[in-house]
């Protein structure tokens, strides 16, 4: 999809002045903007269908439900173009294990291993123009939550598909209805012990299968516990029509268990 870039590429929703909960939702988006696309070597129709696989679908609209269900509003913080500009996620250097598979913070591999930019690409401007500020706003954000409330909790919004991609290397694993990613230093078991109890509505929760890990800004990776943080990834055939398809009644239930988890780390 085509677009004009968004200025900024990426939107801070106002949740309560006493809330420290940051539900972040990197890849909902679809939007490219044109100068962007140029570089991409998908026709209208491949580039649909990659858009159709690689895209959160309706995790912005989740997350959206959630902050209006719950009890102390959320933070939101939702990127508005597409993963296929940079991914905000990744690492931007070598320690990324994505850059094997050609999807570092910018892809130039499909979820298919096929080419989606030449081989030649330099990530560099995208990373200038795109991932520095989308990271450092998202590092203020954090900071703004720790001065005003003395803690942070990102709750990570994401989904995947039910049957494993080429593009996933640890694609092998169980593939439960709700994924919870973790980090040993900031996901407190208090913090995944709430997310199984609310998550357990909608199905079985799994644990790091098949995607681990959630992001924390790196100023505060590792070196800063008050920032607690949780991925939460939903296979996609629990709420929409696979691949990229609308969304169905699972969307309310996970929005309600969203809330739900959202209300018992505010407390």
């Avoid at 401007?125 to 990271?135: D, H, K, M, Q, V």
């Avoid at 439960?176 to 929760?205: K, N, Y």
């Amino acid at each position: 999809m085509n677009s004009t870039a968004p200025s900024p590429s990426f939107a801070l929703l106002s949740g309560a002045a006493d809330s420290p909960v940051i539900l972040h939702v990197p890849h909902s988006a679809r939007g490219i903007p044109a100068d962007v696309r140029a570089g991409i070597l998908l026709n209208g129709p491949a580039l649909e269908r990659e858009l159709d696989h690689i895209t959160d679908s309706h995790t912005a609209e989740l997350a959206a439900a959630a902050a209006e269900l719950a009890g102390v509003t959320p933070w939101r913080f939702v990127n508005l173009l597409s993963r296929l500009v940079v991914d905000p996620e990744r690492f931007p250097d070598e320690r990324e294990e994505m850059l094997s598979v050609g999807m570092g913070a910018v892809y130039t591999r499909t979820t298919h291993r096929e080419a989606l930019r030449g081989d030649g690409t330099d990530p560099g401007p995208l990373i200038e123009r795109y991932f520095r500020p989308y990271a450092q706003a998202m590092t203020e954000a954090v900071a703004d939550r720790l001065a005003v409330t003395g803690r942070a909790v990102i709750v990570d919004v994401h989904s995947y598909p039910s049957a494993p991609l080429p593009y996933e290397l640890h694609g092998e694993g169980p593939r439960p209805p709700v994924c919870l990613g973790t980090d040993s230093f900031h996901t407190p078991p208090e913090l995944l012990a709430a997310a199984r109890e609310v998550f357990a509505s909608c199905g079985e929760t799994g644990l790091d299968s098949p995607f681990s890990g959630t992001y924390v800004p790196l100023e505060f990776y590792g070196k800063d516990a008050r920032v607690g943080a949780l991925m939460v990834e939903i296979r996609r055939d629990t709420y929409m029509s696979e691949p990229g398809g609308p969304a169905g009644s699972g969307l309310a239930r996970l929005a309600e268990a969203l809330a739900a988890l959202v209300d018992a780390v505010t407390g």
